[in-house]
């Protein structure tokens, strides 16, 4: 079936270390990856996407990598803010559908 | 605030009633989609319009549910006869065709009692 995964509901992280949360994808046809941010009360923020055809892609402060050979996406947030504090989903898509697959999420802590 | 707008924020409503929820995207963006989100879990898919066009639909959108998009601007959401089940967060999204990122609205909360 489609479903895309998060292997750790809760990630609590000290303020200025890195963070990394994961992502498990089950479509091998999904071609377009994203991560969104999800603050309390608010729709879901992008942050970074990626293509198939890449295995890494950098923005500011994040890194996302993608592993096609065992369907596997991450997150990696550096040096960690209050800020980053909140839930992060990942979403797949496959070549031919509008269908955005959202995961259920992983709530990011920062700690003081 | 030229971000993707949702009205109203909040709904409460007795179980069979109609409610109809209201998505302004941003000027411009032809794409629009619309999701159900649930405590604790991702959105889900529900719809997708590109212009006025509905080119998508999920098998989550019962035949209570009904999306349109007159004009190809904003678009409107209704569920017929509601389920306490159909209680969620109802999200808009919009984006333009040449570009992949979707731009979030703030949501609409639907209580059915």
């Known amino acids: 079936g489609e479903s895309v995964g998060l292997h750790l509901p809760t990630l609590s992280v000290q303020e200025g270390d890195n963070s990394i949360i994961n992502c498990a994808y089950s479509n091998s046809a999904s071609d377009y990856f994203i991560w969104y941010k999800q603050e309390s009360g608010k729709g879901p923020q992008f942050i970074i996407d990626?293509?198939?055809?890449?295995d890494k892609r950098q923005g500011q402060r994040v890194t996302v990598l993608l592993n096609k050979t065992v369907k596997h996406l991450s997150l990696q947030i550096a040096a960690t803010q209050p800020g980053d504090s909140a839930v992060y989903f990942c979403a797949e898509n496959y070549s031919g559908t509008y269908k955005y697959i959202f995961g259920t999420g992983t709530r990011l802590k920062v700690l003081a | 605030d030229t971000g993707v707008s949702q009205n109203p924020r909040h709904k409460i409503t007795k179980r069979g009633q109609n409610v109809t929820f209201r998505c302004d995207p941003i000027?411009?963006?032809?794409?629009l989609y619309w999701y159900r989100q649930t405590l604790g879990q991702g959105p889900e898919f529900l719809t997708y319009?590109?212009?006025?066009?509905?080119?998508?639909k999920s098998r989550l959108l019962s035949d209570r549910f009904s999306a349109e998009r007159p004009k190809g601007s904003f678009s409107t959401l209704e569920i017929q006869r509601t389920e306490q089940g159909d209680s969620a967060m109802y999200l808009c999204a919009s984006s333009l065709t040449s570009l992949n990122e979707q731009f979030f609205g703030p949501g609409t909360r639907l209580t059915v009692l």
């Open positions: 319009f590109q212009n006025e066009a509905q080119l998508e």
């Open positions: 990626i293509r198939s055809n890449m």
């Open positions: 000027s411009e963006h032809n794409r």
